[in-house]
């Protein structure tokens, strides 16, 4: 009889070892998800905004081009976008995509272009005699940490913006890079 208890015993015993090790793998994966969720939210990079939080109308012409402020801001994931000077800073290397939306009344051109850094990259332009205009256009930038985008009225050109949020300007990261 004691030979089979020491038989059961060592059994359960191998048993409760496997189990432990099973255990430990189970806790490094755990803790190796939660490492990469961490790590993919440093990665989590978007906004979206437009120009006036409420009221609305014409913003310009002005006699030199000036930066647009995207007040009324939808999604700041990352917090990378600021509304007070309307300039995206990049957290981190990566490809990132931008858009933005240009709407304003008939009568005068509506001109806005992305800017990186100082340097214009794509516009979106519209002029019409009379009645709405309206332009958007996007770009993939590669930006290196601290590099700066925002959007820039053209001098003598006029936008209007109201509650319906016809002007907007977005970016997000779409991967990282080394």
Known sequence: ??????????????????????????????LGQVELRKENRDREIAFSASLVQSGGGDIGPFTTDITLTYKNVFTNIGNAYNPITGVFTAPLKGAYMFRVSVYGNGGTPATVGIVKNGQHTVMAHDVQAQDRLHSSNGVVLILEV???????????????????NRNTFSGFLLFPLR
Do not use: A, H, M
Not at 8 to 29: A, Q, T, V, Y
Not at 146 to 164: A, E, K, P, T
């Open 146 to 164: 601290g590099d700066v985008v925002y959007v820039r009225l053209w001098s003598g050109n006029w936008i209007y913006d109201d509650q319906n």
């Open 1 to 30: 009889p004691n030979n089979r208890f020491c038989k059961s015993w060592k059994r359960s015993w191998k048993i409760l070892e496997e189990l432990n090790k099973k255990n430990d793998e189970i806790s490094n994966l755990t």
